[in-house]
């Protein structure tokens, strides 16, 4: 037994509903190992689990999907990993790294390269792996086209920008403020739009030649959905990965014959590492590009654990840029 904090929601809400508790951690059982969480990664999907948007089984739960830390304990029947290792796990083991400490399936866990310190791999992976699916294996992105991606001087943004960017995209990013406009331009982001202040549909067309564009990477959703719609060439592909401003309404599938038989697809990154040599060669695929200085991990917001809820209001109001953190302590 050993004693942790740990974030948890005992009532579906705000933000103020994530409560500090303490608990007792049993030992790790078979397949297991205890992780001392030395960083953990601030995901939007953690603000949809603390509403109920994505409801999970049964309250109270923990909160949380990544983290990266040193094993402290091995369950039985666990060979591949030795106490003292450096780990980090995103999208896999249950909610619940917002915590000092969890036990966690040995089997779900990537090894940490010297390079990635623990806070970048806490920043980067679930961001990274997602960016890594949506450019290289839900729509293959190749040099010369020009995309279309929302929400680019976010956690997922400003990594996928980067990426889009290095393999020779040309990136048109959608961001609600001049400030995150030039912070995604430095990012590789070439035509940002203001897209609070001017409608990006007629951009867009102006942008590409009135042709469009082949793939639209959309993680804000209601707001975002039909005119992204009127954004694509003939048979191009709209990727909605999120729902930042909330679920998309209901449509009628006869639009994507009507706009140019269009394709859609809604991908989660959990489906997209489910395989262990999935998730080992995102996540390789990710710690590669910033090994190689192509992309960079823009830690731009900190808070201690106990501030969770904070964390939450700034990423809701639209106020962080780059990844978050909690740092346990
Ligand atoms: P971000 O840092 O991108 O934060 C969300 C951003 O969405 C905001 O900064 C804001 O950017 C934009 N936004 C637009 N409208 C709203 C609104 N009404 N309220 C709040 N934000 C809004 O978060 P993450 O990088 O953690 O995640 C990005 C998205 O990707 C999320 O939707 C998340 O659910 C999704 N995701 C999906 C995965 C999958 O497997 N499908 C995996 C990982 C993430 P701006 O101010 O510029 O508009």
């Known amino acids: 037994m ?26 790790p059982g078979p397949g297991q190992v205890r992780l001392r969480h030395t960083a953990v990664g601030i995901n939007f999907i ?51 790294a917002y915590a000092t400490a969890r036990n966690f399936p040995a089997e779900r866990l990537i090894p940490l390269p010297e390079g990635i310190s623990d806070e970048v791999a806490a920043a980067v992976l679930l961001k990274g792996m997602t960016a890594e ?11 010369g086209m020009t995309v279309l991606l929302h929400a680019a001087a976010g956690g997922v943004g400003l990594l996928a920008a980067q990426w889009l960017a290095h393999l020779g995209a ?20 070439h035509h940002p ?3 609070t202040r001017e409608p990006f549909v007629p951009r867009v067309r102006e942008l590409t030649g009135g042709k469009g564009v082949p793939v639209v990477f959309d993680s804000v959703g209601k707001t975002t959905f039909m005119d992204s719609l009127d954004c694509l060439t003939p048979r191009g592909m709209y990727v909605g990965f999120g729902n930042a401003s909330g679920k998309p309404e209901p449509f009628d599938m006869g639009l994507l014959a009507q706009k140019g038989s269009l394709y859609l697809t809604r ?6 590492v ?15 590009v910033i090994a190689r200085g192509a992309v960079k991990v823009e830690i731009n917001q900190r808070w201690p654990l106990e501030q969770a809820a904070d964390a939450h209001r700034a990423l809701e109001a639209r106020a962080t840029t780059g990844a978050s953190l909690l740092i346990p302590g």
Do not use: W
């Open 170 to 189: 040309t990136v048109i990013g959608t961001v609600s403020s001049d400030a995150k406009a030039e912070l995604a331009r430095a990012h590789g982001c």
């Open 274 to 288: 489910q395989a262990r040599e999935e998730l080992l060669a995102s996540a390789a695929a990710v710690f590669d």
């Open 133 to 143: 699916m949506l450019i290289r294996r839900v729509y293959p992105v190749q040099a």
């Open 2 to 27: 050993t004693q942790v904090r740990a974030v948890r929601v005992h009532t579906l809400g705000g933000p103020e509903v994530l409560q500090v508790d303490q608990l007792e951690l049993p030992d």
């Open 46 to 96: 953690d603000t949809y689990h603390r509403s109920g948007l994505y409801p999970l089984p049964a309250l109270p739960h923990g909160i949380g999907q990544e983290a990266a830390g040193v094993v402290e304990a091995l369950g039985p029947s666990v060979t591949e990993l030795a106490v003292g290792d450096r780990v980090a796990y995103a999208a896999a083991g249950g909610a619940g």
């Open 193 to 195: 739009i203001v897209y």
């Open 267 to 272: 991908p989660t990154l959990f489906t997209y």
